[in-house]
């Protein structure tokens, strides 16, 4: 078990940059999601961790250890491929038995820890079949199996369910946050769903286009985004985001409607951000805001309405009860302490 | 008339009838089996002669019109074959060259193809390129040279000098082919491989050659194939009897045996067996092979 | 071995020139063996046989070869014998090619419909390929043979009278044999190739043809035919690189004869060689074929890229 250290590094291929001045640690015994959309460099970082690219500038350290140009199999960590990469001419107990080959374990304990691993994923009665006879989930529990029967000091998953349908997906994203109580081990993991990542992380780091946006709990990545594009990058549908001209220090302008902020701001515009379920519908007199109906999605748990305020597109939450239809007009009631504020030009969070 | 009345009327036409009797699929595939068995005859009938051939003793051979299924099918002519002239001798020698050009030309060309399709260094394309410009010209073009070049290493009147000879010729089209399908091996399996602290050869030996069998089967057989059959490097360079191999051994065969015409091709029924028996062995593997590196 | 250990080994500097140098070199070891290997057997001949052409190849060790330019080469072009080799060189290929690719791509077209035995079928059509040429000039030589001969036997028969056609001693009807022997030899080969490409024609594109209402003649022209393109070409100039290596159905059949008006370019250079040892000359004509059969391929290879 291991902390890991992200020092000022930074990666550059011919071309672009793809991880700019990271800095990040992760605790001993931590799961840490890094999330973003494709390209933010997220893959590239868990790569630079495993050896496989060595970074431009910067220090890994893996326990206080510097780890730059450690060859992979001397940094004791093990990675799972989005692609599982089983190599498909031995079988499942071949599979995870290699490593431990490689490492000249002696070969009871090897089929020791091979049994146990198989035993904890379910895997018993498929050892001995090849890659090509398992189903998706079987063959990823292999490729999990090969990385947990080695002990690492930490475990890199590159995206591991991206390749499952969606139910399976669900199990397995349970299964992995058991697995990783049980073994309590320090778990990195990359993804772009930002549900994976709010659901399994214990911090997420939200990274785009190679700089890290923000890491935090999830909770406080939802409840204070730092940023724009985490504002709008966590929580789904996103967070409305509207552009409002600032009149007197405290209130602002959408549209034709005043809505007051939780703080006075100096700057002349701002970006206001009210996540959907932070609404409350009202009658007209109540409400600050007026919005025409657009489309309402029924998600049976949940209701949401698409539609226009004095032109600009909101999103709203609301009970599934409530019947509203297109073209109507709806009363918004907009609590000013869930009212997120942010700067226009650097993205950045004012209160 | 309306469009539906001539229509009706095109189909009564006697033209009409017999273009959608053709159209009928049973006579379909009888047409085309008749065609394809027409090849197939034509394709096989002379070995089918050289066979009956092989079984009749000499005299029946020269009469005139020749008889197409033997009389009195006899095994003089095999026996024969194989106890004069050395004939083992030149098939032994036939099985030194073939496999030892199989083994080399395997070992060089799984080496210097895993270095193309893996690494990227300065002048990969170029010296691939290199190596496939001798793609374009034929070999036997080059008896001339390489004779005088054996000559010098006094590799003149030796197996090992074919064998160099044979590997050599074989490397672009091995290179070329295995390079293809080494690179189809996905990088993260390579990279699996380094994390679980694979050296750069053992990759090679424990993944890449593992998930090849199949491409280098392919190589192995057009190799073997190739040397089996090879006739002007061998019959140039090779001057003494004991050295021979096969396909010399049978041209020479009409020269000092004139009319043996039955226990020739006897021989040549023997000297085509193994390749026979390595093709049919291999039907599956050559059809793949062929495929993949058909197309660039 | 642990990461401690491994730092203490290596300071950073150290590390960095070591790892820089192995991962540098590695892939030029690796193919170091098959290079050498290569230049020294084909690539030098290749230079050494332009080389010798351009000598006078004295056959005694250790004398001197002197340098003659491009006398050799002159002497080739007024040779009639080589105006006679570079005529049939031209016509074996014209006379093979075409129909060995026709032939081919029926058989081809034939066996991927599903017909019953199509393995038996593909294997037997494919026998003639990997039958040694020896076997098989020795072979039809026999069936061609004026007096034993099948075919004149056949001929015979059918035509109530005694055929004595002198297949091999005259000069046509030897070019004829020659030239048959190549086709039924290749057939198999390209069928083999074309049958491949068949399998592997877009079937979404056909479906979505057909679905829109193409005729089969339509299909054929607009989606089938040009995706076999790159195919087409390839066997093209195989077959065309192939032609120009004729050599051991003429050498054994017909030796040249009679009176070298068979010979192909490479059976004259090599009768100069090794018969009448002037190796120069030889190493002449060798080149220029050398020449000519690398610009047609490099001519070819440009066409197929364009297209392709």
């Not at chain 1, 990359?190 to 214990?202: F, L």
């Not at chain 1, 599934?320 to 109507?328: A, N, S």
């Not at chain 1, 000013?336 to 950045?348: A, E, Y």
């Not at chain 3, 332009?50 to 003659?68: C, K, R």
């Amino acid at each position: 078990m291991a902390t890991v250290d992200f020092v000022g590094v930074t990666k550059a291929f011919s071309g672009h940059v793809a991880v700019k001045a990271l800095n990040l640690h992760i605790d001993d015994g931590e799961f840490m999601v890094l999330v973003g959309p494709s390209g933010c460099g997220k893959t590239t970082t868990l790569r630079i961790l495993a050896g496989l690219e060595e970074p431009t500038e910067g220090d890994i350290l893996i326990d206080s250890v510097k780890v730059n140009g450690v060859p992979p199999r001397s940094r004791d960590i093990a990675m799972v491929f989005q692609s599982y990469a089983l190599y498909p001419h031995m079988t499942a107990y071949d599979n995870m038995a290699f490593g431990l080959r490689m490492r000249k374990v002696p070969g009871h304990e090897i089929a020791k820890r091979v049994e146990d691993v198989a035993s904890l994923l379910g895997l018993r009665m498929l050892l001995q079949r090849k890659p090509r006879q398992l189903s998706g989930g079987e063959r990823q529990r292999v490729a999990l199996g090969r990385a947990i029967v080695r002990k690492p000091r930490a475990f890199l998953l590159d995206e591991p369910l991206s390749n499952l349908d969606a139910k399976l997906r669900v199990q397995t994203r349970i299964e992995l946050q058991r697995l990783h109580r049980s073994l309590n081990a320090t778990f990195i993991y990359v993804t772009h769903d930002q549900v994976e990542a709010m659901t399994m992380g214990d911090r997420i780091a939200v990274m785009n286009d190679g700089h890290l946006e923000q890491v935090d709990t999830p909770k406080e990545l939802y409840d204070h985004p730092r940023t724009l594009f985490v504002a709008s990058f966590i929580g789904s549908p996103s967070m409305n985001l509207i552009r409002a001209k600032v009149l007197e220090r405290a209130t602002v302008l959408i549209g034709s409607y005043h809505v007051r902020l939780p703080i006075p701001v100096s700057q002349n515009e701002v970006i206001v951000g009210i996540r959907p379920e932070a609404f409350k519908i009202g009658s007209s007199d109540q409400a600050n805001l007026e919005m025409r109906v657009d489309i309402v999605e029924t998600l049976g748990s949940d209701q949401y309405v698409y539609g226009l305020v004095d032109g600009e597109s909101v999103v709203v939450r609301t009970d599934p009860m409530l019947r509203v239809q297109q073209g109507e007009k709806i009363g918004l009631i907009v609590p000013s302490n869930k009212v997120h504020v942010f700067d226009p030009s650097t993205g950045r969070r004012l209160n | 008339m309306s469009v539906l009345e001539a229509i009706a009327q095109q189909r009564q036409s006697a033209k009409y009838r017999i273009f959608q009797i053709i159209k009928n699929w049973k006579i379909d595939i009888s047409i085309r089996m008749l065609i394809i068995l027409l090849f197939m005859a034509i394709s096989i009938f002379p070995f089918f002669y050289m066979l009956s051939l092989s079984f009749q003793p000499v005299g029946d051979i020269l009469t005139f019109p020749p008889v197409l299924i033997p009389n009195k099918p006899t095994a003089v002519n095999y026996i024969q074959a194989w106890q004069e002239n050395d004939f083992a001798t030149y098939f032994i020698n036939s099985m030194i060259v073939s496999f030892g050009t199989v083994i080399g030309t395997l070992i060089f060309s799984v080496l210097t193809a895993y270095g193309f399709a893996r690494y990227k260094f300065r002048g990969r394309e170029f010296l691939f390129y290199l190596f496939l410009a001798s793609l374009v010209v034929p070999g036997i073009l080059l008896v001339i040279p390489q004779y005088l070049l054996m000559k010098d290493f006094g590799l003149l009147n030796s197996r090992r000098g074919l064998v160099l000879l044979y590997i050599s010729s074989n490397l672009a089209f091995s290179i070329f082919l295995l390079r293809s399908f080494f690179e189809s091996v996905p990088k993260e399996l390579e990279e699996a491989m380094r994390m679980d602290g694979v050296s750069e050869l053992g990759i090679l030996v424990r993944l890449i050659l593992p998930l090849s069998m199949s491409s280098l089967a392919t190589v192995a057989i057009f190799t073997f194939n190739g040397a089996w059959d090879e006739f002007v490097l061998a019959y140039t360079m090779i001057t003494s009897a004991g050295k021979r191999t096969l396909p010399m051994g049978l041209a020479l065969f009409l020269g000092e045996h004139t009319l043996a015409w039955g226990q020739f091709f006897a021989a040549s029924v023997i000297a085509t067996l193994p390749i026979v028996l390595v093709f049919i062995v291999s039907q599956k593997w050559f059809q793949q092979g062929i495929s993949i590196g058909a197309f660039k | 071995m642990a990461v401690e250990e491994f730092n203490m080994q290596h300071t950073t500097l150290y590390r960095k020139k070591v790892s820089l140098n192995m991962r540098h070199l590695f892939p030029y070891l690796i193919i170091l063996p098959g290079l050498i290997f290569y230049l020294l057997f084909t690539v030098y001949p290749i230079y050494s046989q332009f080389q010798i052409s351009f000598l006078h190849w004295v056959v005694t060790p250790g004398a001197v070869s002197p340098f003659v330019g491009l006398a050799n080469y002159i002497q080739a072009f007024h040779d009639p014998v080589v105006l006679v080799a570079a005529r049939n060189t031209a016509l074996y290929i014209i006379a093979t090619v075409p129909p060995q690719m026709i032939l081919g791509m029926i058989a081809a077209y034939l066996l991927v419909t599903k017909i019953p035995g199509a393995a038996i079928w593909r294997a037997a059509i494919f026998l003639p390929v990997i039958t040694s040429w020896v076997v098989v000039s020795y072979l039809f030589s026999y069936l061609f043979n004026s007096q034993e001969g099948l075919v004149n036997g056949a001929l015979s028969v059918l035509l109530h009278k005694d055929i004595v056609i002198p297949w091999l001693q005259d000069t046509w009807t030897a070019n004829g044999v020659i030239w048959l022997l190549a086709v039924w030899k290749g057939i198999g080969w390209s069928m083999v190739v074309f049958l491949a490409a068949f399998m592997n024609l877009p079937k979404d594109q056909i479906e979505s043809a057909r679905v829109d209402g193409a005729s089969s003649l339509r299909v054929w022209w607009h989606v089938i035919l040009p995706s076999l393109r790159p195919v087409i070409t390839f066997v093209f100039v195989m077959l065309v690189i192939g032609g120009t290596q004729a050599f051991i159905s003429i050498f054994l059949m017909t030796q040249g004869g009679p009176a070298n008006s068979t010979q192909v370019m490479l059976t004259y250079s090599y009768q100069q060689a090794f018969v009448f040892f002037n190796f120069s000359y030889a190493a002449a004509i060798a080149s220029i074929m050398a020449v000519l059969t690398f610009g047609l391929s490099v001519l070819f290879i440009r066409v197929l890229r364009e297209r392709g």
